[in-house]
């Protein structure tokens, strides 16, 4: 699987952006999906994950409320709506396949896209 990570950019504080993650391949409804992101001097996080359904999701506390995960499988393309975007949010986002094991953890997936940059501004 090859994915896509695109839509970042700079925003005010307060506002919005959508990300969106394209997969490659027939297999993409067989993966959850993740969000992470990693600021400059800090360790890749978790932000958000969905099933291979979208029936169950998940999220890192520091994102509840204000970030939602969603998929189109018959797009193969995974997607991250940001709103009440706050500086601390600022990072290079990833999206990423798991097959199996916690969504929380980055070692559990087995593909990476390249990453989108978001910068918000205070």
């Known amino acids: 699987v090859q994915l896509q990570a695109s839509g970042g950019g700079l925003v005010q504080a307060g506002g919005s952006l959508r990300l969106s993650c394209a997969a490659s391949?027939?297999?993409?409804?067989?993966?959850?999906m993740g969000w992470f992101r990693q600021a400059p001097g800090r360790e890749r996080e978790f932000v958000a994950g969905?099933?291979?359904?979208?029936?169950?999701?998940y999220f890192a506390d520091s994102v509840k409320g204000r970030f939602t995960i969603s998929r189109d499988n018959a797009k193969n393309t995974v997607y991250l709506q940001m709103n009440s975007l706050k500086p601390e949010d600022t990072a290079v986002y990833y999206c990423?396949?798991?097959?199996?094991?916690?969504?929380?953890?980055?070692?559990?997936?087995?593909?990476w896209g390249q990453g989108t940059q978001v910068t918000v501004s205070s």
């Open positions: 391949g027939r297999t993409f409804s067989s993966y959850g």
């Open positions: 990423a396949a798991r097959s199996v094991g916690s969504y929380s953890l980055a070692a559990r997936y087995d593909y």
């Open positions: 969905i099933s291979r359904s979208g029936g169950s999701t």
